[in-house]
């Protein structure tokens, strides 16, 4: 009958034995999907690996709808305001009526 420890050995090598038995069957996985990938000129995005929606864009940044518009010119709200946004008010008029969705 095998101790504890005797067993605990046995763990350890059928653990690195079946380490370096995944990264060789890796290394033949990754090379027949590159393969394949080139191949039929897949994407990442036909594999499914895009980003989902509503992930941040790289560099932590996202994305965000307008909210205020002036003839060309728009902004999310968010930041410091654009100088028409300062001036349209400068000049008397409200924020509310740069809302795009009134």
Known sequence: MSTYLELQEQIKKLQQQADELK???????????KNKIQQYG?????LGLSAPAGAK????RSEV?????????????????PKWVAE????????????INK
């Open 23 to 33: 990264k060789a069957e890796l290394d033949n996985v990754i090379g027949e999907l």
């Open 42 to 46: 897949l994407t990442a995005k036909d």
């Open 65 to 81: 709808a307008p909210k205020y518009q002036k003839g060309d010119e728009t902004w999310s709200g968010r930041g410091r305001q």
């Open 88 to 99: 349209h008010i400068a000049n008397g008029g409200l924020l509310e009526d740069l809302l």
């Open 57 to 60: 864009k790289a560099g932590g």
